[in-house]
């Protein structure tokens, strides 16, 4: 999710196992899991490796972030206390430095902080459950996507979330966030 893993990288059980410091039955569990997530692929050989996602797969995926993460915001909004939308304020300022210094792990991280942030506070678990389901599978191709993209501040996108919030403004909440997620598609699919 956090981009850790390139695209199309191979995974063992053993490697997982010693990484997490768990027996190969935990390992075991979790690649299974995340493999019915569509997060990792597992061949017919037995061998795991990261998703390398097609232009049509990642238009899927885009757009069921379009169609899940307004709703979630807009749930979001009745709950979105000054506090809240501050934190967020400060993680926006964070990723333009982040940008700036070009990490682009830093970077997925905390552009999905951003976004979680708001979700939590929409209360729909089984909602951010499908939104993080979608990040999971995306998470390797945004790292190469960040790793050479140049951007000299984080997305405006994020900051007319942040001004829809402070008006209590609903449709246009759900308009940024639509755009935010179209943008990344546009810069993905290029």
């Known amino acids: 999710m956090h981009g850790d893993l390139t695209p199309g990288q191979s995974l063992?059980?053993?490697?997982?196992?010693?990484?997490?410091?768990?027996?190969?039955?935990?390992?075991?569990?979790?690649?299974r899991r995340l493999v019915a997530e569509g997060?990792?692929?597992?061949?017919?050989?037995?061998?795991?490796?990261?998703?390398e996602?097609?232009?049509?797969?990642?238009?899927?995926?885009?757009?069921?972030?379009?169609?899940?993460e307004p709703e979630l915001g807009a749930r979001a909004l009745p709950r979105a206390h000054s506090v809240?939308?501050?934190?967020?304020?400060?993680l926006n300022l964070r990723i333009d430095k982040i940008v700036a210094n070009g990490e682009a792990n830093a970077y997925i991280k905390a552009n999905l902080e951003f976004h979680r942030a708001l979700y939590l506070r929409a209360q729909a678990p089984a909602m951010l459950a499908l939104a993080e389901?979608?990040?999971?599978q995306m998470g390797p191709t945004m790292r190469a996507l960040y790793a050479r993209l140049q951007r000299p501040s984080a997305s405006m996108n994020h900051r007319k979330v942040i001004s829809a919030l402070r008006a209590g403004d609903e449709a246009?909440?759900?308009?940024s966030l639509r755009e935010d997620v179209t943008a990344g598609l546009r810069i993905l699919t290029q």
Do not use: H
Request: charged share 25%.
């Open 39 to 51: 997060a990792l692929k597992l061949s017919q050989a037995g061998r795991i490796t990261t998703p």
């Open 133 to 136: 389901a979608v990040w999971l």
């Open 53 to 68: 996602l097609s232009n049509d797969r990642l238009e899927e995926l885009a757009a069921l972030r379009a169609l899940l």
């Open 12 to 31: 063992t059980l053993r490697g997982l196992a010693s990484e997490y410091g768990v027996s190969m039955t935990p390992a075991r569990e979790a690649v």
């Open 172 to 175: 246009s909440l759900r308009l």
């Open 84 to 90: 809240l939308i501050d934190r967020m304020e400060d």
